[in-house]
């Protein structure tokens, strides 16, 4: 009851008009700066925080949760209409989403990704008011074991992910796990396969390989297949640019499915929302009735990871706000932004400073609010892109990728391995290799191997650490099953067919 | 006629020769460019920030300086790039420990800070040791004597065997014989959660990143890392005064520029870091931030670059880190 009236409170706050304006600005120049590739929410937040300076705490710490959420918001665009990631969490969504454009259901797909982020968003807004404090103790109980069956249970769905060939979706994984080690050894502080470059000792980031892999070997292929004689079908009445009702009604598990899984892996420090949302398009083809129609542009692989990327934004303000542990790169801008408020998250927040709190989460509800009033929109718009003839938008592609791929570094180095990438893209694609495993590999590979050291370094080398705790436990079990379960369909279909001959 | 054109001329030249210190002093023509090895939001991009916006609050030098974030090779990307700017007077590099533990272990990272001019020290970042707050080590010995009575299964939640946490282990370590786990987390969130989640026994973190959890009770702090009692602190015993005499190993940040620039560009940019340092603005971020504010002047700067590699090397070959150089 008492969470209710200091919402309320809260929100008579937040729905003041010049709060809401700052709502609004900041959710739209997230969502804008958002858009461009290669800057994620964490560079978003940090190139427009200044902007905030000088005004009202307040009206500062609402600006800067609108900025947050549009900044979450925006990755989706360049991934569906042109097959560029615009971060890390909006890769999967390329699988269905850039194919659902190339049938001409591009605004379709827009409009499914914007109403999943709100849905799920929303969902993590209303777990975070309600839940918090629980749910962060049980964050809390996550130890290296767990996380290691976590990114287990992820690079098991594998076999979900994958193509036609299962040989050929575990060497493109053991590919990313490859890629994933080079650079420097956290725990030793020494190199790995940088064959003397200075520049590999940091690794190699996350969007080059995804954008090249991605939207580079795209368009050469699509040049290979002479596409220039098809091209993309835009429709021109606006309900037909909308997802249809069948096409909503597809979504339906996905929303709760992204919601949820979004959530409670959002909740965890380190985890991220790239693992979130290939979880949760892992889980939506495990489930489905039609697995084998995902990665040809099903609004469910669409829907599935948008909505597990927003959930993880309340998912990733439960610690921080009642803990004061930023469990990632854009949370922790959040509370360096917040301390210079004069706004101290942690576990007195709560009880010490209720009007801030209960503000900050009020203005969470109206941001995802104003995100998708202000989006849907700017899907008819945004659709018309596909519209541009070929020969003006595989250069466009090309150029948006150079600038995504400079953009995260500002090092010429990235332009050669964004080549690099695009022509090995290319060569699997030729040779029937799914990118898809590539990517979840390098994205879970580096968390797994740093888990299983730690686990190891806990219990003084015994490998028994991994499996004798319960959650670990559990979670490595779901991971045989789903390693097995190709097997299991092909003993049951066998038998079956055996029935009925 | 003619005596005065000379009486002119010799008077141009005395003015020349009253001028010429002034003429001397060197100021930045173009913009200066503040090199920050990682990406916008990432720790040495908001210091970069911050030391510009002293400096703007301050009024102490009103040119354009801008961040520029040189990423990759985690830090060697900008380290090189200060070595090829060789001469330019506009580029600063804003360096942290990492500066100068990177080259000592990387055979790929070939820049050193003591090839570079060295401009300023300005900050130390104290550091604490803490335990979860229902602990039963009320002070860092009863922390050792566990460690003693079971050797490596008591455990430290920290970063790269590198960092400044690792190498108070070491030493810690070295001086009572004990032996604990050292458990790397990438970031200072996951540290902190396997902390307070009981899964690590202690861990050294920096006082902003904990002063909530202290506040709450959640955490409980054992001794500070540092030479003397921090202000805000004045209960907590340092390292010595809890029993432990070691080196102090101090994390600081500052300015270094290319190699090869001016003396008088060196004099110019230790004046403004010297003033900005003595300014309100800076006094301020200071004391948000829980840093110490500490000035080292080029020279002072440049020996103490010296000074620490010696240090660390020392600490690191104690520890069994493979060494590069």
């Given at each position: 009851?008492?969470?209710?009236?200091?919402?309320?409170h809260?929100?008579?706050?937040?729905l003041?008009?010049?709060?809401?304006?700052?709502?609004?600005?900041?959710?739209?120049?997230?969502?804008?700066?958002?858009?461009?590739?290669?800057?994620?929410?964490?560079?978003?937040?940090?190139?427009?925080?200044?902007?905030?300076?000088?005004?009202?705490?307040?009206?500062?710490v609402?600006?800067?949760?609108?900025?947050?959420?549009?900044?979450?918001?925006?990755?989706?665009?360049?991934?569906?209409?042109?097959?560029?990631?615009?971060?890390?969490?909006?890769?999967?969504?390329?699988?269905?989403?850039?194919?659902?454009?190339?049938?001409?259901?591009g605004?379709?797909?827009?409009?499914?990704?914007?109403?999943?982020?709100?849905?799920?968003?929303?969902?993590?807004i209303?777990?975070?008011?309600?839940?918090?404090?629980?749910?962060?103790?049980?964050?809390?109980?996550?130890?290296?074991?767990?996380?290691?069956?976590?990114?287990?249970?992820?690079?098991?769905?594998?076999?979900?992910?994958?193509?036609?060939?299962?040989?050929?979706?575990?060497?493109?994984?053991?590919?990313?796990?490859?890629?994933?080690?080079?650079?420097?050894?956290?725990?030793?502080?020494?190199?790995?396969?940088?064959?003397?470059?200075?520049?590999?000792?940091?690794?190699?980031?996350?969007?080059?390989?995804?954008?090249?892999?991605?939207?580079?070997?795209?368009?050469?292929?699509?040049?290979?297949?002479?596409?220039?004689?098809?091209?993309?079908?835009?429709p021109?009445?606006?309900?037909?640019?909308?997802?249809?009702?069948?096409?909503?009604k597809?979504?339906?598990?996905?929303?709760?499915?992204?919601?949820?899984?979004?959530?409670?892996?959002?909740?965890?420090?380190?985890?991220?929302?790239?693992?979130?949302?290939?979880?949760?398009?892992?889980?939506?083809?495990?489930?489905?009735?039609?697995?084998?129609?995902?990665?040809?542009?099903?609004?469910?692989?669409?829907?599935?990871?948008?909505?597990?990327?927003?959930?993880?934004?309340?998912?990733?303000?439960?610690?921080?706000?009642?803990?004061?542990?930023?469990?990632?790169?854009?949370?922790?801008?959040?509370?360096?932004a917040?301390?210079?408020?004069?706004?101290?998250?942690?576990?007195?927040?709560?009880?010490?400073?209720?009007?801030?709190?209960?503000?900050?989460?009020a203005?969470?509800?109206?941001?995802?609010?104003?995100?998708?009033?202000?989006?849907?929109?700017?899907?008819p718009?945004?659709?018309?892109?596909?519209?541009?003839?070929?020969?003006?938008?595989?250069?466009?592609?090309?150029?948006?990728?150079?600038?995504?791929?400079?953009?995260?570094?500002?090092?010429?180095?990235?332009?050669?391995?964004?080549?690099?990438?695009?022509?090995?893209?290319?060569?699997?694609?030729?040779?029937?290799?799914?990118?898809?495993?590539?990517?979840?590999?390098?994205?879970?590979?580096?968390?797994?191997?740093?888990?299983?050291?730690?686990?190891?370094?806990?219990?003084?080398?015994?490998?028994?650490?991994?499996?004798?705790?319960?959650?670990?436990?559990?979670?490595?079990?779901?991971?045989?099953?789903?390693?097995?379960?190709?097997?299991?369909?092909?003993?049951?279909?066998?038998r079956?067919?055996?029935?009925?001959? | 006629?003619?005596?005065?054109?000379?009486?002119?001329?010799?008077?141009?030249?005395?003015?020349?020769?009253?001028?010429?210190?002034?003429?001397?002093?060197?100021?930045?023509?173009?913009?200066?460019?503040?090199?920050?090895?990682?990406g916008?939001?990432?720790?040495?991009?908001?210091?970069?920030?911050?030391?510009?916006?002293?400096?703007?609050?301050?009024?102490?030098?009103?040119?354009?300086?801008?961040?520029?974030?040189?990423?990759?090779?985690?830090?060697?990307?900008?380290?090189?790039?200060?070595?090829?700017?060789?001469?330019?007077?506009?580029?600063?590099?804003?360096w942290?420990?990492?500066?100068?533990?990177?080259?000592?272990?990387?055979?790929?990272?070939?820049?050193?800070?003591t090839?570079?001019?060295?401009?300023?020290?300005?900050?130390?970042?104290?550091?604490?040791?803490?335990?979860?707050?229902?602990?039963?080590?009320?002070?860092?010995?009863?922390?050792?004597?566990?460690?003693?009575?079971?050797?490596?299964?008591?455990?430290?939640?920290?970063?790269s065997?590198?960092?400044?946490?690792?190498?108070?282990?070491?030493?810690?370590?070295?001086?009572?014989?004990?032996?604990?786990?050292?458990?790397?987390?990438?970031?200072?969130?996951?540290?902190?959660?396997?902390?307070?989640?009981?899964?690590?026994?202690?861990?050294i973190?920096?006082?902003?990143?904990?002063?909530?959890?202290?506040?709450?009770?959640?955490?409980?702090?054992?001794?500070?890392?540092?030479?003397?009692?921090?202000?805000?602190?004045?209960?907590?015993?340092?390292?010595?005064?809890?029993?432990?005499?070691?080196?102090?190993?101090?994390?600081?940040?500052?300015?270094?520029?290319?190699?090869?620039?001016?003396?008088?560009?060196?004099?110019?940019?230790?004046?403004?870091?010297?003033?900005?340092?003595?300014?309100?603005?800076?006094?301020?971020?200071?004391e948000?931030?829980?840093?110490?504010?500490?000035?080292?002047?080029?020279?002072?700067?440049?020996?103490?670059?010296?000074?620490?590699?010696?240090?660390?090397?020392?600490?690191?070959?104690?520890?069994?880190?493979?060494?590069?150089?």
């Amino acid at each position: 009851m008492e969470t209710f009236a200091a919402l309320g409170h809260g929100f008579a706050v937040a729905l003041q008009p010049v709060n809401l304006f700052w709502c609004f600005v900041g959710c739209f120049l997230g969502t804008i700066v958002g858009v461009l590739p290669g800057l994620g929410p964490a560079a978003t937040i940090a190139l427009l925080l200044p902007l905030t300076f000088g005004m009202d705490p307040t009206g500062g710490v609402i600006m800067l949760a609108g900025i947050y959420f549009g900044a979450k918001y925006g990755g989706s665009t360049t991934s569906i209409l042109l097959n560029i990631p615009g971060e890390a969490s909006s890769v999967v969504t390329c699988l269905d989403g850039y194919q659902m454009a190339r049938k001409g259901r591009g605004g379709a797909a827009l409009g499914i990704a914007a109403i999943a982020s709100f849905v799920a968003g929303t969902f993590g807004i209303v777990a975070l008011t309600l839940l918090a404090p629980p749910i962060a103790e049980f964050a809390l109980s996550f130890s290296s074991p767990e996380y290691f069956a976590l990114m287990v249970l992820g690079l098991s769905l594998v076999v979900v992910l994958g193509g036609s060939s299962l040989l050929k979706a575990l060497l493109s994984l053991l590919f990313g796990l490859w890629l994933t080690s080079i650079g420097t050894d956290l725990f030793t502080s020494q190199s790995r396969f940088t064959f003397g470059s200075s520049f590999l000792l940091g690794g190699i980031d996350f969007m080059v390989i995804a954008v090249g892999v991605f939207a580079i070997a795209g368009v050469m292929e699509s040049i290979r297949a002479r596409e220039e004689n098809t091209p993309i079908p835009v429709p021109n009445r606006l309900r037909e640019l909308m997802p249809s009702w069948a096409e909503l009604k597809a979504c339906r598990f996905a929303f709760l499915n992204g919601s949820v899984t979004g959530f409670i892996v959002g909740v965890l420090p380190g985890a991220g929302s790239a693992i979130a949302s290939f979880i949760a398009y892992g889980v939506e083809k495990a489930v489905s009735r039609h697995p084998e129609k995902f990665g040809t542009g099903v609004p469910e692989g669409v829907a599935a990871p948008e909505g597990a990327n927003n959930a993880d934004s309340g998912g990733a303000m439960v610690p921080l706000l009642t803990l004061g542990i930023p469990g990632g790169g854009s949370t922790a801008i959040l509370l360096s932004a917040l301390v210079v408020w004069g706004v101290k998250p942690g576990p007195l927040m709560m009880t010490e400073s209720p009007e801030v709190f209960w503000g900050l989460i009020a203005s969470l509800y109206i941001g995802s609010v104003m995100l998708l009033v202000m989006n849907l929109p700017l899907v008819p718009l945004f659709a018309q892109i596909l519209r541009i003839p070929v020969y003006v938008l595989f250069p466009l592609i090309f150029g948006l990728a150079l600038v995504g791929a400079f953009g995260v570094s500002d090092n010429p180095m990235n332009l050669m391995l964004l080549a690099g990438f695009g022509l090995l893209g290319y060569v699997m694609a030729q040779f029937g290799f799914p990118p898809a495993p590539l990517i979840l590999g390098f994205v879970l590979g580096d968390a797994m191997e740093r888990a299983v050291r730690q686990s190891l370094t806990m219990s003084m080398g015994d490998p028994a650490i991994l499996v004798e705790r319960p959650l670990s436990a559990v979670m490595l079990g779901l991971a045989v099953l789903v390693l097995i379960s190709p097997l299991l369909g092909r003993l049951l279909r066998r038998r079956r067919a055996g029935a009925t001959a | 006629m003619q005596r005065r054109h000379l009486l002119a001329a010799g008077g141009t030249l005395a003015l020349a020769g009253l001028v010429r210190p002034a003429r001397a002093a060197w100021t930045p023509s173009r913009p200066i460019e503040f090199v920050a090895h990682n990406g916008p939001g990432s720790g040495p991009d908001v210091f970069a920030r911050a030391l510009i916006s002293a400096i703007e609050q301050d009024k102490i030098y009103e040119g354009r300086m801008q961040v520029a974030n040189r990423v990759g090779g985690g830090g060697a990307t900008a380290m090189n790039y200060i070595m090829e700017r060789r001469g330019d007077p506009h580029v600063v590099g804003v360096w942290t420990s990492l500066w100068m533990s990177l080259p000592l272990v990387q055979a790929e990272a070939r820049s050193q800070v003591t090839d570079m001019t060295a401009i300023a020290r300005v900050a130390i970042e104290p550091a604490v040791v803490i335990v979860r707050g229902d602990s039963p080590y009320r002070s860092l010995a009863d922390f050792i004597e566990a460690a003693k009575a079971r050797p490596g299964q008591v455990r430290q939640s920290g970063g790269s065997p590198t960092a400044r946490d690792a190498l108070v282990r070491q030493l810690l370590m070295a001086h009572t014989g004990a032996r604990w786990a050292f458990i790397s987390f990438p970031s200072g969130g996951e540290r902190m959660s396997a902390l307070l989640g009981g899964h690590v026994d202690m861990m050294i973190a920096e006082p902003a990143e904990i002063r909530e959890q202290v506040r709450a009770g959640r955490l409980r702090i054992l001794a500070t890392a540092t030479a003397t009692r921090l202000p805000l602190l004045p209960d907590v015993p340092t390292l010595a005064e809890a029993g432990f005499p070691i080196n102090d190993v101090i994390q600081a940040r500052g300015l270094v520029a290319p190699p090869g620039i001016p003396e008088e560009a060196v004099a110019f940019y230790g004046d403004l870091f010297r003033r900005m340092s003595e300014g309100p603005a800076w006094a301020k971020y200071v004391e948000d931030n829980q840093l110490q504010s500490a000035f080292l002047s080029p020279a002072d700067t440049a020996a103490f670059f010296r000074d620490y590699q010696v240090q660390l090397r020392d600490v690191l070959q104690t520890g069994g880190v493979r060494l590069a150089r």
